[in-house]
């Protein structure tokens, strides 16, 4: 089979498979997401604000900066449409002054780099798949009123302070995509990004029948 072919097959199963009744505007973004992982659990567990999708594809069109929690995440979101819509992709994991000021204040580079992503990026997108402590400096901010994403894809993976992070962002009022409890990941976070793009540039023309 061509590789258009599979991928069409397999969003064709998943399609059969699903036995959730999810809106119209969100199925895309969680098919993508079970076809990245095979998992059906997030058919459930992915939670969205009210009109994210508008705002999310609104912000796209308008060339919005995207901000990343790693690097793996950045890797996985296509460079073709984020270079399509100009859109931006950033990750400051690995600069120097990100490390150096996390060793300094004995805090994480993910903590560091949502403020670096608050002075240079205020109006981002904040992608995180992978530290937890990233959503909790993005809601400490927000809270204080320094820093106010377009919208934060919250997924990050793992067992220590996850869930409570995740659901700090669902309860602060600010425009979100989440995968509630301990699942997610950098794969998971760049396949919403990539299903965003594909909405706003209408290439899944599918969603608009659902």
Do not use: Q
């Amino acid at each position: 089979m061509k590789p258009m072919d599979i991928e069409k097959e397999s969003f064709a199963i998943i399609e059969k498979e699903l036995t959730t009744d999810i809106p119209a505007e969100y199925k895309p973004v969680v098919k993508r997401v079970i076809h990245t992982t095979a998992d059906f659990s997030y058919e459930t567990s992915m939670t969205f604000s009210k009109g994210v999708i508008e705002e999310a594809l609104k912000a796209i069109k308008e060339g919005v900066d995207i901000v990343t929690d790693t690097n793996m995440a950045k890797s996985g979101i296509s460079h073709k449409m984020a270079e399509k819509f100009s859109c931006s992709l950033n990750c400051y994991m690995a600069d120097s002054d990100v490390a150096s000021e996390a060793a300094k204040r004995e805090v994480t580079r993910a903590t560091v780099s949502v403020e670096k992503a608050a002075k240079d990026n205020p109006d981002c997108i904040m992608v995180v798949g992978n530290a937890p402590t990233a959503l909790m400096r993005i809601r400490e901010l927000y809270d204080e009123g320094i820093f106010v994403p377009r919208l934060v894809i919250g997924v990050p993976v793992g067992f220590v302070n996850v869930a409570s992070a995740k659901e700090e962002i669902i309860e602060s009022g600010m425009s979100y995509i989440v995968a509630r409890g301990r699942k997610g990941g950098s794969n998971v976070a760049a396949a919403i990004m990539n299903a965003l793009f594909y909405m706003a540039a209408d290439d899944d023309k599918e969603w608009r029948r659902c």
